[in-house]
């Protein structure tokens, strides 16, 4: 399915919702969409040793987490090297291997390292930056980890608009059911369940034949607080993108039931 105009797209779900499903059947259906997740770009940089690499690393270690202004020049630094955005100011392009990092408001000795540099709010890493952006339907994306609250979003557009924010409603209990019946490899992170997805030799992994095991925390009680933070957290995010016209809700038991319902709204909104 070919693409008429770029896709920019964030999935909001809580947790156990199936949004990892509907990524890879989002990215599987429409070749021209991208994954871009921040923790696979933090991850990236922390091995490539870039100078936010280096520094995220530091932050991570201390027990701390990594700042929203490091996670968005991560993330502009990304869409800058696919050639999706680009600063149209006096500065030079976004690099993470040298002190032209610096942003409004920074100067080289900060992009070398040091707290000021990280500690930096998002706004001032924004502050006087304008950008453009691409509108080709190859700088398509689902953003995966970024943002997760009003003010991270906020920053975001500044950055580059998201023209659709889908939003995955399953009924608790389906959640709760699902997780309950979930085993997993742990070497290598394959999921099944019991229920609509079991292993072919019941607990042993499909390719290697080693034994499932169940996450200490796949609890019930740990489940209904995580899910009753999720709903906490996670509305002024969607009233942000409800306010922008651009949230879509979609509700269902299964993910088998959510996906046509979801490919049948993004080729109304980007399809040719």
Not at 42 to 53: A, E, I, M
Not at 111 to 128: F, H, I, R
Not at 178 to 204: D, E, L, Q
Request: charged residues 25%.
């Amino acid at each position: 399915m070919k693409l008429r105009k770029a896709a920019r797209i964030i999935l909001v779900g809580a947790p156990g919702v199936g949004k990892g499903t509907q990524t890879e059947r989002m990215l599987e259906r429409f070749p021209q969409l991208a994954s871009i997740s921040s923790g696979d770009i933090l991850r990236d940089n922390v091995r490539s040793r870039t100078v936010l690499g280096i520094q995220a690393e530091s932050i991570m270690k201390s027990g701390s987490l990594v700042p929203d202004a490091t996670m968005l020049r991560l993330i502009m630094s990304e869409l800058s090297t696919r050639g999706w955005i680009r600063s149209t100011g006096p500065r030079k392009p976004i690099t993470l291997n040298c002190a032209s990092t610096a942003f409004a408001g920074l100067n080289a000795s900060a992009a070398q390292g040091g707290d000021e540099y990280l500690n930096t709010s998002v706004a001032a890493a924004t502050s006087e930056k304008q950008f453009e952006y691409s509108n080709s339907p190859d700088a398509s994306f689902i953003l995966d980890g970024f943002p997760r609250t009003a003010s991270q979003a906020d920053e975001l557009d500044k950055i580059i608009p998201i023209n659709l924010v889908v939003h995955i409603k399953t009924p608790i209990e389906v959640i709760l059911d699902r997780i309950c019946n979930r085993w997993i490899h742990a070497p290598s992170g394959r999921v099944y369940n019991t229920t609509f997805h079991a292993p072919k030799v019941a607990g042993k992994d499909d390719i290697t034949g080693e034994p499932l095991v169940q996450r200490a925390d796949d609890e019930p009680e740990t489940w209904k607080a995580r899910l009753h933070k999720f709903e906490e957290t996670s509305k002024p995010l969607l009233d942000h993108y409800d306010s922008m016209g651009v949230l879509w809700k979609v509700e269902g038991n299964s993910s088998d039931e959510i996906t046509p319902k979801l490919f049948d709204e993004f080729t109304r909104r980007f399809g040719t």
